[in-house]
């Protein structure tokens, strides 16, 4: 006999042991101490911007914008397969209580993002509205959870509606209301009329779900397969996915530009492959280039110029330790291995390549420092971020490619 309950339970431990097996390589991994580093410093300096916070800063439109974003963003893991649309849709009437324990599931889970943001807002709450008592704390959080759980469940019902401009205007429309009504709650100002708009717009969408003939299930199975490849990226960032689909992109451009510089040789055939299967897969060149604009960023904000040059020493790090990963990017890859190379041609190379983009972040990060004519920092950054280069490539990055040769 079928039980949803059942399954949802096995769903549900089949995606934990799943979730489990990878963030092992995240928490294990270099990164996630610089990534800590990255956060406590950049909490220290908010709390010091705070202390010298002007009156005039529109502060509450700054955490009504945080709020109303956190409110309606919920996305919604109902753990389907590519075969529950021929095997499970004749049981869709009983699957009722298995969706219901998804969404349940989905808004505890979420929690996490809830105590993130409320942890970064309450600091500039508490400065911008000093007469408010723990009662108002309280009162905020909980209408926080209950505006986030009206949203949920109205994720949920526009999953039935299958015209996407719909959802996306829905979703444009929740969001807008959703900084408008935590605006007007923290000035104390139409609070009720914008709850009331609120209200509405649930419920409409809650009959435009009902007009809809049954579940879309083609929809929901694409939206939990996206959400899982959303994941297997991040974690592919770290370690080894099978399951990942490595997708490409041409930038044609770009892949001439890169083949100039590479001559035509029997040597050069690894090369030609790593600068390649850079600038075309999706993930490497646009997380090298996420990390630049990142690092320069907060190199431009951060007033000591020493933690200016370890956070372009920290970035120059994540960077490094992240293009690790291109090494491994052809393992499952048997073509490779009929290759007429040596195999030291291909550590010469990858560790080659790397080295180069290590040297032009380096040489970004120092040109930041042109900006204040500090000379005397461009120049140790530059050496700094140089011989970070040789020792760690040469050095780390060596060892790791041999060792996994082996």
Known sequence: MFNPVDLFKQRLTEHI????????????????????????????YYQKWLENLSDDFPAAFV??????????????????????????????????????????????VQLYVVLIVSAAVVPLYAQAF??????????????????????MVTNWYMLKIRNPRIRMVDKL????????????????????????????????????????????????IENDQNRLALFYRFVSMFAEVPQLTKRLRKRRMLASFIQNFIPFTHTSTYDYLYRLTFIRSSDYLSLYV?????????????????????????????SNF?????????????????????????????IKWVSLLTLIQTVIFAAVFFI?????SVVLTFAAGSIFNYLFN?????????KASH
């Open 17 to 44: 042991k799943l979730i489990n097996r990878y963030l092992r390589y995240i928490f294990n991994g270099h990164f996630m101490i610089a990534l800590s580093f990255t956060i406590i410093m950049l909490a220290i």
């Open 63 to 108: 955490i009504a914008l945080a709020l109303g974003f956190l409110v309606s963003y919920n996305p919604i893991q109902s753990f389907l397969k590519k075969p529950d649309k021929v095997f499970l849709i004749v049981k869709e009437e009983e699957m009722h209580r298995y969706f219901r324990l998804t969404l349940l599931y989905n808004f505890f």
């Open 130 to 151: 000093p007469g408010k008592t723990k009662l108002d704390y309280v009162l905020l959080l909980v209408i926080i959870l209950v505006v986030k759980g009206w949203n």
């Open 394 to 402: 040469y050095g780390y990055v060596k060892r790791k490619i041999e």
């Open 372 to 376: 204040w004519f500090d000379i005397g």
């Open 173 to 220: 429309i929740r969001g807008l209301i959703g900084i408008a009504f935590f605006y007007f709650f923290l000035q104390e100002q139409f609070f009720v009329i914008i709850a009331i708009l609120y209200f509405i717009v649930v419920i409409n969408n809650y009959f435009l779900a009902r007009k809809q003939s049954g579940l879309a299930w083609d929809l929901l």
């Open 290 to 318: 996420r990390l630049i604009i990142i690092g320069g960023a907060i190199i431009l904000f951060v007033p000591n110029v020493w933690l200016k040059i370890i956070f372009a020493l920290l970035f120059i790090y994540m």
């Open 322 to 350: 992240q293009m690790i990963t291109l090494y491994h990017h052809y393992q499952t890859n048997i073509w490779l291995d009929l290759y007429p190379v040596n195999l030291e041609n291909r550590k010469k190379s990858f």
